[in-house]
C-alpha cells in the first residue's frame, strides 16, 4: 500500500489549478445512462472514483471513450445490465447513483447495499423511499435493493425527504426527469453539485427547475438526447488549498474555482484570520492575516452551512490557531476518525460525542500516522505540511479517491511530500 513520506515546517507558495469536482462528476457520468446519446463530459477529475464510475457504465454496457485524459465521451444505447454488483458498491458509494437512471429507463434495477463505511451508516432508505413515491416497488434480496417500475415507466410525484440528502436528491432528480407527469421534491439538497447535474440533464433535454433551491421541480419527459457539459472545479479540492496556505504560512494562488460555491468556508476562514482576496471571479489568493490565526467554532450542516466534507481540514487549521474552538459535526456520525491521528502528532483536542474541542496553537511533530478516509487523510496531508520533522502517513489510497494529483500539485508550491510505494518503504527499512 502506497504511503505519503512529508516533511513539515515549508511555507508554500506558488499557483494551484483546481480539477473537476468529484461529487458532481459522480452523478453526470451517472446520468449518462438516461439516453440512448452520447454525452460528453469535459473537466472529469482523474481521480480512483470516477476510474470505478467509469468501470461501471462500461460493465453495464455502455461504450466510454476518452479522447483526451479529462474527457469522457459516453453512449448507453446497448445497455444489457441492470446491476451495480457489491464488488463496485463497495468500493465507492456513490455507485447507488445508477439506480435512478436504470430505473427509470429500463422500468428495473438491482444495487447492492452499501453497508457501513469508514464515516458512519451511511443507508439509502431516503433513496428508495422517493423511488417508491414514483411508483417503484423496492425489494430487497440476499443484500441486493431490486427495484422495478411496474409499468415500465415510472410516475411524477410529490415528496418530501425527511433528511437532507445530497445523492439522493440527485437519484431522485434523475429518474423523474423520465418519468410520466410532474414531480415535486421538497426539502431538496442545494449543494452546487446538484445544480450542475440539473444543467447537465437540462441539457440533454430534461424539465428541472429549481435545482439549488430546497424546492425541485421536474416535468417528466419521453426521452433525453445527446448534451455536452463541463464539470464544475471541486469546492472541497478548493478549500482544501485555501487551508494548505493559511496553515504553512504561505501564500497561494488558486486558479480555476469559483468562490460562490464555497462561501460559507471563505466566510468562516476569515473570520479565524485567513485573509483570501477574490483577484479575478475563478482565481483566489490566499494567506495568512498579520493578526494570526483565530479559534473560531464551526457547525457542519448541508449547504450553504459549512460542509462536513470540509471539517477535518478546519480542525487541522484549528489546531495552529490561537484559542480554542469547538468544532461540531451534524451530518456523519463518525467522522472525527482523524482526531486520534492528529494528536500523535501534537495536537490538543478532545472529542465527547460529535463536538471536537480543540486548543491552539499546539506544537505539531511529525508522527506515523493512517488515514481513515478520503476527506481525513487530506486533514493528515495538511497536519504534516505545518508540522515539524517527518510524518509517513499510510492508507493513502483514500486520498487517490478524491484529490486529483495531489503530490504534484503540492510539490509545485513547494511541499516537501512524496509517495512512496511498498517497495521503496520496504528498500527504506532495509
Ligand atoms: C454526499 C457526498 C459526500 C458528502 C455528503 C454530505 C457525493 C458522491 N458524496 O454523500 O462527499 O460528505 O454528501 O454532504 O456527492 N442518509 C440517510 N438515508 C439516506 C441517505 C442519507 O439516513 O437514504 C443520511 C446520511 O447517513 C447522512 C445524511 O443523511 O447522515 C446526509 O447524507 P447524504 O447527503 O445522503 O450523503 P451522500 O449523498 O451519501
Known sequence: ??????????????????????????PCLAATLLTAETVTLHNVPYVRDLITQRRLLEDLGATVLTPELRTHKVTANNVQIFEAPYELVKTMRASV?????????????????????????????????????????????????????????????????????????????????????????RNAAMEPEVVDLADLLNKMGARIRGAGTDTIEIDGVETLGAAEHTIIPDRIETGTFIVAAAITNGELEIKNCVPEHLSPVI??????????????????????????LKAKDVTTEP?????????????????????TSVVTETIFENRFMHVGEMQRMGADIHVAGNTATVKGPAKLTGAKVIASDLRASASLVLTALAAEGETLIDRVYHIDRGYETIVRKLRSVGADIERLSDSAVEAEAA
Open 303 to 323: 449547504h450553504p452551512n459549512f460542509p462536513t466534507d470540509m471539517q477535518a481540514q478546519y480542525m487541522a487549521l484549528m489546531t495552529q490557531a490561537d484559542g
Open 97 to 185: 447513483l445508477a439506480l435512478g437512471p436504470l430505473l427509470a429507463r429500463f422500468g428495473q434495477a438491482k444495487v447492492s447495499l452499501p453497508g457501513g463505511c469508514a464515516i458512519g451508516t451511511r443507508p439509502i432508505d431516503l433513496h428508495l423511499k422517493a423511488f417508491e413515491a414514483l411508483g417503484a416497488v423496492v425489494s430487497l434480496e440476499s443484500g441486493d435493493v431490486i427495484a422495478r417500475a411496474p409499468d415500465g415507466r415510472l410516475k411524477g410525484a410529490e415528496l418530501a425527504f425527511e433528511k437532507v440528502t445530497v445523492t439522493g436528491t440527485e437519484n431522485v432528480m434523475m429518474a423523474a426527469s423520465l418519468a410520466e407527469g410532474t414531480t415535486i421534491i
Open 1 to 26: 500500500m502506497d504511503k505519503f513520506l512529508v516533511r513539515g515546517g515549508r511555507p508554500l507558495k506558488g499557483k494551484i489549478e483546481i480539477s473537476g469536482a468529484k461529487n458532481s462528476a459522480l
Open 267 to 292: 466566510e468562516k476562514l476569515r473570520e479565524a484570520g485567513v485573509e483570501i482576496e477574490e483577484i479575478n471571479p475563478s482565481t483566489l489568493l490566499v494567506k495568512r492575516s498579520a493578526g494570526g
